[in-house]
């Protein structure tokens, strides 16, 4: 069991550093980094935004539910069942 991750791990840890190698040492690698580089920049910045879109929306949701749980329980000195005999609402 040990033998097999020891030989996973070694597997993985060859191959990102092939590609480690290859995208900082050879021209050709050199190039596809830099034609990487704007679009991994784009897909960082709409990912910002996605985030920022969903902190607003939770926000949101967040304040609806305090509306929602104002409105739904009672004033204060306001009994929540009509008369004193009454105790559950069915």
Do not use: C
């Amino acid at each position: 069991m040990n033998n097999s991750r020891a030989a996973a791990a070694t597997i993985v840890g060859a191959v990102i550093g092939g590609m480690a190698g290859y995208l900082f040492f050879t021209d050709t690698g050199r190039e596809l980094r830099r034609r990487l580089e704007p679009m991994l920049d784009d897909y960082a910045t709409e990912l910002n935004g996605f985030r920022t879109t969903l902190t607003k929306a939770a926000e949101v949701a967040s304040e609806g539910w305090k509306l929602l749980e104002e409105a739904m329980e009672p004033t204060i000195g306001e009994s929540r069942y009509p008369t004193q005999h009454q105790r559950a609402p069915f």
